[in-house]
Structures are given as C-alpha cells and as structure tokens.
C-alpha cells in the first residue's frame, strides 16, 4: 500500500500574493495565486494522486470507487478540505452555513466549519473574528448602514496560533497572513463586505440576506476560537481541536515520531522543513494522505506539519 501525494490545485484570486510560488514553489503558481487546495476532492478543485498504484486518479474518484482506503466512512462525498492561503490584500468579511442550512438553500452537502493554523502574520496582527450585534434588527441596521468598523471584532493572533471558525461566525484573513487551513469540503461563502473594492471595475456582489440569516447573534465566538500552539511537545502529534467534522494536530519532528495509522485516513502538511515518512521523502509544501489500515509510521526529519482526518 502506497501513501499518496497530491497534485495540488492553485486559485488565482484578488487579493492573492507569490509565496506560493516563491516560497511553495508550487509549479504554476504566479503572482496572484491565494490559494493552494492541496488536499481536495472539490468539484472545483479535485486534486490527482501524484504517486503509486492511483497515480493519476483524481481523490473524488479514488473516495467513490475504493472506499476502504478511507475505512469505509460513508459520507457522501470525501468530506475534508485542506488548503494553503497566502493573502497579500484583505479578504472580504465572510460568514459560512451550515450543514442544516445548505442542505435547505444550496446544491452541496456540506456546510463550512473550517480552521486556521497560522504560519505566518505581520508583528501585532489581527484577524477579523466575530460580531458587536446585539441582536438580529441591530445587525442587519449595521449592515445595511454600512458600520462595518462599528460591527465587527478584531482579535489580535500571532504566528503559530490555531483558530476554529464554527458557521456563523463572521470572519475575515488580512493581507500579510499565511495560513494552512482545515475545513469541510465546502466552499459555500456569504460575503459580508467586501471594504468596496473593485474587482474588473466592479464591486463583488455581497450575499445581505444570507449572512443576517446564517450569522450568529449574539456572537459567540470570542477568544475561544484560539488556541496557542507556543511551547508544545516536539516530537509529537498535538491535538488542536476535535470537533464533529474533523480532528486536527500539530506535530513539529525534530528527530523522529512514531504514528500508529488508527483512523480512517490521516492527512498531512508540510509547513516547513524537510524529511521522511517511511521510505517517502517530505518537504515543504507536499500534501499527503496514509490510508487505513497502513499500519505503523515513523516520521523523521526537520519540519512542521498538520495532520487531520475526520
Ligand atoms: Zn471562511
């Protein structure tokens, strides 16, 4: 049984930059590219294994015709999303459903929950995380009014932070942040605001009546979405979060790490730094998944990676 490497799928976006390209070394990636979604099976994005027995395979078809690479789980479709964001501008102010409220509004089985690891930020940062509203009438009043400053809360990050966006929670990346983030294979997106930029001369369109209805209030998020990732075990796997649509760890490999393979599937990132799992060789930016039932694997090097599975 192979582990397998992705080709991943790159996104040039508006407010995308070229690290993913200077840094990533991501082939095809240029000056704009946002986005690197190394681990999908996104019908925008669906990413082809690189290596092995599939090669070439895209991870849709590899979920629909060999279930039990991935423990015979029975979601519909493959149900995780990773991905690399480099944002050089602003995104726009953003709110994700869930899962009750696409399966009602939306032509997709997911909704979105999604988490940040944070690999890098300008000094002093903030992430736009959560809402001032008091209520449903004050919230679409601040819309409405344009009182964005009014509305939204900043909560100040550093690198290396983790962040869990729970739907509802109203969210905004800034310029100078790169992320790797986790989420459910969705990428139904309401835009708040967009700051009034414009894109081909116009302004994005805004999505009003699905954020007052899907947004949280009162919010809820507060500084419980963090989790600092400072003075963790090296040499081991962290957990950062388990919640019902994934579980999350970090693992810095200084020397070596043993991992018995007990889920369902387990995926990984490389953030930094290079070395092994098993005979494979890693570096950074390689996106992968090991199989069920793969057995015991021993990780060896110098790197940062995030691994998750459901
Ligand atoms: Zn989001």
């Not at 019908?43 to 895209?58: C, L, V």
């Not at 900043?154 to 932070?161: A, E, N, R, S, Y």
């Not at 605001?193 to 899907?214: A, F, M, N, T, W």
């Not at 950062?240 to 994934?246: K, Q, R, S, T, V």
Request: glycine letters at 8%; hydrophobic letters at 35%; charged letters at 30%.
């Amino acid at each position: 049984m192979d582990i397998l490497f992705f080709d991943p799928c790159l996104k040039d976006v508006v407010w995308g930059g070229n690290k993913l390209r200077d840094e990533f070394h991501y082939e095809g990636a240029g000056d704009s590219t946002g986005e690197c979604w190394g681990i999908s099976a996104h019908k925008n994005g669906d990413g082809k294994i690189k290596n092995g027995t599939y090669s070439g395979m895209t991870l849709s078809a590899l979920y629909r015709d060999h279930r039990e690479l991935f423990g015979n789980i029975t979601a519909e479709e493959f149900p995780l999303l990773v991905k690399i964001i480099d944002a050089k501008a602003d995104l726009s102010i953003q709110v994700h459903p869930d899962d009750a409220y696409v399966k009602e509004h939306e032509d997709c089985p997911f909704g979105k929950t999604e988490c940040w690891y944070i690999m890098d930020c300008p000094e002093n940062a903030t992430l736009v995380i959560g809402h001032h509203a008091k209520t449903r009438q004050e919230l679409a009043d601040m819309i409405h009014e344009d009182r964005y400053e009014e509305l939204i809360k900043q909560l100040p990050v550093k690198k290396g932070d983790f962040i869990q966006i729970v739907p509802g929670t109203v969210h905004a990346i800034k310029g100078g942040f790169t992320i790797l983030e986790t989420q459910q294979s969705s990428d139904i997106t309401y835009r708040v605001y967009d700051y009034k930029r414009l894109v081909d001369g116009k302004e994005r369109p805004l999505h009003v009546k699905q954020s007052i209805d899907v947004i949280t209030v009162p919010d809820e998020s507060g500084e419980k979405a963090l989790v600092s990732t400072e003075g963790m075990k090296k040499d081991a796997m962290n957990l950062l979060i388990a919640c019902e649509f994934y579980k999350v760890w970090k693992m810095e490999v200084e020397t070596s790490v043993n991992v018995e393979q007990k889920y369902p599937f387990l995926l990984g990132s490389v953030l930094d730094g290079c070395g092994r799992v098993n005979e494979y060789e890693l570096k950074k930016g390689d996106h992968f998944m090991i199989p069920s039932d793969y057995g015991n694997v021993k990780f060896e090097g110098n790197m940062e990676l995030i691994l998750s599975t459901v």
